[in-house]
């Protein structure tokens, strides 16, 4: 660790001292336009009700983000929470875990990456390094709750997980591979982050980045209730101020992918009422005229939808997004 840094809470990443007051200029761009744009609640995994998330937004990349951002102590709940197994919820089992991984394990394929070494940066349990190691590649890990790396030593035989940040001295120099699932969002220093990982790879190593899409139909459907809104998310990302940050690190943009359909083929898509053809809307009316009523906000959804896929292109649609890039 360098002087003047602190460890993010559960996410191997060596991070910039957290600021308790709001930012005038954006974290990510350095831009003075930064402007309040909502209040939310938490809706994520902690549910803490008895705080209000007040997200701004920079008018000059696109990033949003918690301003002031929770106390650091938010984020070490969630994770020792999560990695002790206190939660049911599906997204920590290792069943689950296992099977997504095999598939991005098979994704690295189409960038030419199918051997070598590979670094996953806030690894918890390491159940996509063991899977990465099953594949033949040479996997490693950091992840800086103990508790974690414990369990990856005792559960799968790993001493390739190390408890610490990027800058652990017992990492090998560099990578072919480095992945950030479901990281980058709760990091103080996006940017920074990056950075550190387009160090650890090697001239042409791939980069995966996986996140949510607040520039997406998920978003503007729910609003102040969309799923990603919680206290230990910091950062709130589109396919532009994404990359834009992985530009500013030193690294190339390949790809903006929707993996979801592939990683939970199993999750239930409830339909929207802009989803539905005219027909079958006119049709539905027939058979049931109280439907009639909700007319307006099929009219009013299937608007929004579509001014949102005009301004927002193709990504609109991906709520959540895998962006891909290289070191050049």
Same mark, same amino acid.
């Given at each position: ?11 191997? +990443? ?13 974290? +990510? ?7 309040? *744009? ?39 709940? /969630? ?17 689950? %875990? ?17 051997? $070598?070494?590979?670094?996953? +940066? ?15 590649? !040479? ?28 800058? #652990?001295? $017992?990492?090998?120099?560099? *990578? ?9 969002? #709760? ?48 950062? /709130? ?5 994404? $990359? ?27 339909? !929207? ?24 906000? /099929? ?15 193709? #990504? /609109? ?9 290289? %070191?050049?």
């Amino acid at each position: 660790m360098t002087a003047g840094h602190e460890i993010d809470a559960g996410r191997g +990443v060596a991070t910039s001292p957290a600021v308790a007051a709001a930012r005038m200029d954006c974290p +990510v761009c350095g831009s003075a336009h930064v402007r309040p *744009f909502m209040t939310a609640t938490d809706n994520g995994h902690l549910r803490r009700t008895d705080i209000s998330l007040p997200v701004h937004r920079c008018e000059s990349c696109d990033i949003f983000f918690l301003n002031p951002p929770p106390p650091a102590e938010i984020g070490q709940q /969630y994770f020792a929470d999560a990695y002790a197994n206190e939660r049911s919820n599906l997204y920590y089992d290792d069943s689950f %875990k296992e099977r997504t991984s095999r598939l991005r394990i098979e994704l690295f394929g189409r960038y030419g990456a199918t051997s $070598g070494r590979l670094l996953d +940066v806030g690894c918890g349990k390491a159940q996509f390094v063991e899977v990465a190691r099953k594949a033949g590649w !040479d996997a490693w890990g950091v992840e800086l709750d103990a508790g974690a790396c414990e369990y990856a030593r005792e559960h799968y035989g790993l001493h390739t997980v190390l408890n610490g940040t990027m800058s #652990h001295a $017992g990492l090998p120099r560099e *990578f072919d591979v480095v992945t950030l699932w479901d990281v980058i969002e #709760h990091v103080p220093d996006p940017v920074d982050v990056l950075r550190q990982a387009a160090e650890r790879l090697r001239s042409g190593g791939i980069i995966f980045v996986r996140t949510a899409n607040i520039r997406s139909w998920t978003f503007d459907k729910h609003r102040d209730r969309w799923w990603a809104f919680g206290s230990d998310h910091r950062f /709130y990302f589109s396919p532009a101020s994404l $990359g834009k940050a992985m530009t500013l690190a030193g690294l190339e943009v390949l790809d903006v992918l929707n993996r979801e359909p592939a990683e939970r083929p199993d999750k239930h898509q409830s339909k !929207d009422i802009s989803e539905t053809p005219v027909s079958q809307g006119l049709a539905s009316v027939g058979r049931n005229p109280a439907k009639l009523f909700k007319s307006g906000r /099929y009219i009013q959804n299937l608007v929004r939808r579509r001014l949102g896929a005009w301004k927002y292109g193709e #990504h /609109y649609e991906t709520g959540i997004m895998t962006i891909v890039g290289r %070191k050049p």
